[in-house]
């Protein structure tokens, strides 16, 4: 695996950051490197992708080796034009010109003593989980939130500006620290229990489409999906010779660093870098959400929901503070590439931005700042404009607006739409607490209110007020889109709640540290000596968080695929003559059969359970005609509609899971005349049917 891992990461690095990098320079300034390096990527995902899409669309063909090429030289020379005739876009050199809260008063330091105690109390119930502390800890996180703002210490303090938290300037070798342990979280299991393979189920999809877009420069007649990420993916295996499922094992891990990264620049571009290493930190160390992305193989969700969404929000905040066609573009840019990659973060982006348009706009013009809501209801437009662009044929828009203006038919995007409302119930509070991770729960709570204290105290000024209320609005959206079935993905919504509450959570834990500091010596023995427990436990919940995360990452995991069924997806690629193949709806427990699909080279036919296909949401473009064919055949070997149905889809294999339920294998090896068995291991046996004879005369 380590050549594949010196094949495919210098690849992933010319593709995925260096063409945006002029790009970055042009369009945004920056306080650092590292903040330049989240902007070059972003803009890297988003326009290598779009340019390697166009020429297959133009050409007519997959995504050749010149295309591939072409793609991230056009952008990387697109960039540097840009940056020769503009200029660059200046360097944030100063802290934002923002006001952190004021040191927190005795009232609330008090709760939150009493809320770390729980919290530790938490870490150490094993039995409970922790949930049965859940409610008392957010009364009295509230408690604090309510009272810290209301109670300072000092009432004139509070009319001065505040400069940092902490005098604590990240440095390259804390960012590298930071990286370092991201990376050692993501592949510490992978290199431990897994490879060559890598752990989750939606892979296999995602190679296929992969494959697709390598050969046919489509992947709509396997599942209507957008094409950015499976784009990405192919111009990295055409340039590093490597396939998606090589790619995958070695690469993966590393897409961990892209939310450390986004909420690194989110951060940094509302209160300075010192709250910007503490928003990666949390990202990196203490979310679950988006290592649960990367275990169950949900690579689009990784790229979209946290990451592009996060810079798209930070790209935002810059049109509130500096409003001008540079800003204005690179938030239409980032926002509208969300579209490209996932449809549930598009969703919600879509619905943060309308919320934004209706609240802020008309808030900017009756306040007499009409240059600036001019600056924000353009940027908006130019967004929805991209955004059309990139939907206009994965959702076949015309017939949907259509379908919508008509009352007809509204097509494959209105129907994929319909069928997820209500279809998925939300989980419990406790697993979104801990899916969230407590100490990011908690701490976001108070940072969501000192948040929202600080807009209604007018302690800042409008682009930071309209800076808070955004991350307030982006968090509450989550949250209730995570608690009804209504919003039709309240899981995924649940999983991505963590990244805007990772954000608030530096805010809360700069500042607690602020106040373990005080500005005043006339501050009392008691608030300061209050202030240092608080800011110790709150250090101790966070570090223990850290190392349980750690531990669980060096876990094995069931979701792998066996060696049995990756020999017999190996016999399957050496035996590919075209056709297709059928094979069982899964390989173990999580594995899901496309497995076999990508390892084969195949992209049908696909299989589901009997559960499965009573779910609407979950039917690929094909509908149900070929899925129930693939289940009659594994389950019926012989007979006349069999036999029709092996020749109608033009079956080379019948490939089964020894173990799944209600699959007659058996049956198969007792029928000589109709299969010849051509592999068999422990768990996994395929068939040949043979030729049917054709009658004579």
């Known amino acids: 695996m380590l050549a594949e891992l010196l094949r495919a990461l210098p690849v992933a690095v010319m593709v995925g950051t260096v063409p945006g990098y002029f790009w970055a320079r042009s369009l945004s300034p920056v306080t650092d490197r590292v903040e330049l390096l989240a902007y070059s990527t972003a803009l890297s995902a988003t326009l290598v992708p779009t340019a390697a899409l166009l020429q297959a669309r133009i050409f007519g063909t997959g995504v050749t080796l010149p295309i591939a090429a072409v793609s991230a030289a056009a952008v990387f020379a697109t960039g540097l034009a840009a940056y020769l005739w503009l200029g660059p876009a200046g360097r944030a050199d100063k802290p934002p010109p923002a006001c952190l809260p004021a040191p927190l008063g005795s009232y609330a330091l008090v709760s939150l003593l009493a809320a770390f105690g729980l919290m530790l109390a938490a870490a150490f119930d094993l039995a409970s989980g922790g949930v049965r502390y859940a409610v008392p800890t957010a009364l009295l996180v509230l408690l604090a939130g309510v009272t810290g703002p209301l109670a300072s210490r000092d009432s004139a303090h509070r009319q001065q500006p505040h400069g940092t938290p902490v005098r604590f300037r990240p440095s390259l070798v804390w960012g590298a620290l930071v990286a370092a342990v991201v990376l050692l979280r993501g592949y510490w299991g992978p290199v431990k229990h897994d490879w060559p393979f890598i752990r989750g189920g939606d892979q296999y999809s995602h190679a296929v489409m992969s494959n697709l877009l390598l050969t046919e420069g489509r992947i709509d007649s396997y599942l209507i999906y957008p094409p950015g990420f499976h784009a990405m993916s192919a111009v990295v295996s055409r340039l590093s010779r490597l396939e998606p499922l090589e790619i995958f094992p070695v690469l993966a891990p590393a897409l961990l660093l892209l939310p450390t990264l986004g909420l690194y620049a989110l951060a940094t571009r509302i209160w300075g870098r010192s709250c910007g290493a503490v928003a990666a930190l949390f990202s990196g160390m203490l979310l679950l959400g988006p290592y ?69 706009v008309p808030y900017l013009l009756l306040a007499g700042h009409k240059k ?43 129907a994929a739409v319909a069928i997820t409302i209500g279809s998925q119930e939300p989980l419990s509070l406790g697993h979104l607490l801990a899916t969230t991770s407590p100490p990011v729960a908690w701490l976001g709570l108070l940072g969501t209110l000192l948040a929202v204290g600080e807009v209604l105290q007018r302690r800042v000024d409008v682009p930071q007020a309209l800076a808070y209320l955004t991350l307030v609005i982006w968090a509450l959206l989550l949250f209730m889109g995570s608690r009804t079935s209504l919003s039709g993905f309240p899981q995924r919504f649940e999983r991505d709640l963590g990244l805007p509450l990772a954000v608030l959570a530096a805010l809360a834990f700069a500042a607690i ?132 149905l092996l020749d109608r889809y033009d079956v080379g294999f019948v490939v089964l899971f020894k173990r799944y339920p209600g699959v007659p294998w058996r049956a198969f090896e007792g029928a000589p005349d109709a299969y010849e068995k051509v592999f068999e291991s422990a768990a996994v046996v395929i068939f040949a049917p043979r030729e049917t004879p054709q009658p004579s005369g």
């Open 292 to 360: 649960e992305s990367f275990a169950e193989a949900r690579y689009p969700n990784l790229l979209s929901a946290d990451f592009l969404i996060v810079m798209a929000v930070a790209a935002l905040i810059g049109v509130y503070r500096s409003p001008g066609p540079r800003s204005c573009l690179l938030f239409a840019t980032l926002g509208s590439s969300v579209v490209l990659y996932h449809q549930v973060g598009s969703f919600y982006l879509a619905t943060l931005l309308a919320l934004a348009a209706i609240l802020f």
């Open 372 to 414: 600036d809501a001019v600056a924000l209801f353009l940027s908006l437009a130019l967004l929805g404009l991209l955004s059309v662009f990139y939907a206009w044929d994965t959702y076949d828009l015309p017939r949907l607006v259509a379908g919508l203006l008509g009352g007809s038919d509204t097509g494959a995007g209105g």
């Open 513 to 644: 540290l602020r106040s373990a500091r005080p500005c005043e010596p006339t501050a009392s023995l008691k608030a300061r000596l209050a202030a240092v427990l608080v800011s110790v436990l709150a250090i101790v919940v966070v570090g223990l968080q850290a190392v349980e995360n750690l531990n669980s990452a060096d876990r094995a995991s069931v979701n792998v695929v066996s060696r049995e069924a990756a020999l017999a997806g190996e016999w399957l690629g050496e035996h590919n003559d075209g056709g297709n193949i059928v094979v069982t709806p899964y390989l173990n427990d999580h594995i899901p059969g496309s497995a076999m699909l990508a390892m084969g080279g195949y992209t049908g036919l696909r299989s589901y359970t009997q559960e499965r296909l009573r779910s609407p949401r979950a039917l690929p473009p094909s509908g149900k005609g070929p899925l129930l064919a693939a289940q009659w055949m594994t389950r019926h070997p012989v007979g006349g509609r069999t036999e029709f």
